[in-house]
């Protein structure tokens, strides 16, 4: 598989918008979905048919294989790169993630400390030893506890990066455009039809006192099984850098984005050393509960842990309906393996999505989807760890679920946010 790295800088107001079923007003997704990046691509590469020497639509073979194939290239998610460090907006280079499900902040001031909060933390594995240890675990703000505010928590969640160790979070800013209709015969505009598009911008402000702007910034990625195939599309995408169009009202002047390409670097760690990691905390805090005498049930005995935290919104379905919960069968099944698999934990949320296929032009199926954040712990016995290993590093690449090439399921294996405790929080 040969993944590559996409950059899309807005260079007018954008409009990834999406309307809840049943209802009447389409609002403005804070990220470009994969559905709609590889809607973008797809539509380029039909427009430009026949007008290149080497275009990917010639014959339908390289376009068959990228996007109807049996392994169609995977679109994922592009988040927004753009966050606030010290007193400046910048861009940062950085991989941008989606904060896990059981991330907590102060109720009263949250945030990551980097940006003046009270910090963040996560309670995955607290949660997990407490239970076991028959303890009610009640998280709460210590910076609120030491100025005698209020110490209550609640779920906090944003889309993140690392930087230089410390944690910054990251979202796209959006307006609101208003038009008025325009009367098809005299070519003025008509009367009683005004409206209003949400936008998500496409400039920030840099720097507050020198009044400098720049343009919004997304980063996504797309995965392509055959290595050739993947260079075409690299060539491609570049070549027709400032020709495409996201998301909805290209006609009215939106959408319009710049899309640079590189081939993707390989994670920093591997998903053994992640999960090495991941149990080596859990054994610490383990051994930390254990002031309150003994669990109920040894779990950590000959037994090894690992979490997926849902990095984009995942369609799921069991025995031919629709779920929210990554079950051990339902892993099993992914990964394609029969091993000893038990599922301890799991944090989920869900909500009905739907949306345009602008090939049909036909509206797309209301999905019941589970939300992009969600936590799933499970664990296996360490005999078969290198066999979940192996398995665990093609679900990252493939991601698990329905519409997979549309950027749904993509999973990242024991997030390191897990690690980050209520007295180290960041």
């Known amino acids: 598989m040969t993944r590559l790295e996409l950059t899309i800088t807005a260079l007018s107001p954008l409009a990834p918008g999406r309307q809840k079923p049943g209802g009447s007003v389409s609002e403005v997704e804070n990220y470009i979905a994969g559905s709609v990046l590889r809607g973008a691509i797809a539509y380029q590469i039909l427009q430009l048919s026949g007008q290149q020497s080497a275009n990917l639509a010639e014959n339908g073979g390289d376009f068959q294989t990228l996007f109807l194939g049996e392994n169609p290239a995977i679109f994922g998610n592009a ?4 966050t606030k460090i010290g007193d400046k907006s910048t861009v940062v280079n950085h991989p941008i993630q989606v904060l896990p499900a059981t991330a ?3 109720k009263t001031n949250p945030g990551f400390t980097s940006s003046g909060g009270h910090g963040v933390f996560d309670t995955l594995i607290d949660g997990f030893c ?10 709460s703000d210590l910076q609120a506890i030491a100025q005698g505010t209020n110490p209550q928590v609640e779920t906090y969640n944003t889309f993140y990066s690392q930087v230089d160790n410390k944690y910054y979070s990251h979202d796209a800013s959006s307006r609101f455009l208003t038009r008025v209709g325009i009367n098809r015969r005299r070519a003025t505009a008509e ?20 009044d400098e702007w720049d343009n919004f910034v997304f980063r996504g990625f797309v995965v392509v099984d055959d290595a050739t195939l993947a260079e075409r599309l690299q060539k491609f995408i570049e070549n027709n850098s ?14 319009k984005v710049n899309i640079a390409v590189t081939p993707g670097n390989p994670p920093v760690k591997s998903i053994q050393t992640r999960i090495e990691e991941f149990n080596d905390k859990l054994k610490k805090r383990w051994g930390l509960w254990s002031v309150f005498g003994q669990p109920q049930h040894d779990f950590l005995k ?12 995942a369609i799921l379905s069991e025995n031919w309906q629709r779920t929210t919960v990554v079950s051990a069968n339902m892993l099993k099944e992914f990964a394609k393996v029969d091993l000893s698999l038990e599922m301890h934990v799991a944090y989920s949320s869900y909500e009905y999505r739907s949306g345009w296929n602008s090939a049909w032009g036909l509206m797309k199926d209301v999905e019941l989807v589970t939300n992009k954040g969600s936590v799933y712990l499970f664990s ?17 690449a493939k991601g698990i679920g329905d519409r997979t090439c549309e950027g749904f399921g993509q ?16």
């Open 79 to 82: 988040y927004p790169a753009v």
């Open 104 to 106: 907590v902040s102060s």
């Open 130 to 139: 407490a239970a076991a240890y028959n303890q009610v675990y009640d998280p």
């Open 191 to 210: 009367e009683e039809i005004l409206y209003s598009v949400q936008v998500l911008n496409e400039s920030f402000l840099k720097d507050t006192q020198t």
């Open 242 to 255: 400032c020709n495409f169009r996201i998301g909805g009202s290209a006609s009215r002047g939106l959408g």
């Open 302 to 313: 000959d037994r090894i842990f690992f979490t997926l935290d849902l990095q984009s919104d």
């Open 380 to 396: 296996t016995t360490a005999a078969e760890k290198e066999k979940w290993y192996a398995a665990l590093e093609i679900i990252e």
């Open 411 to 426: 999973v990242e294996v024991c997030n390191e946010f897990h690690q980050v405790f209520r007295e180290n929080f960041k």
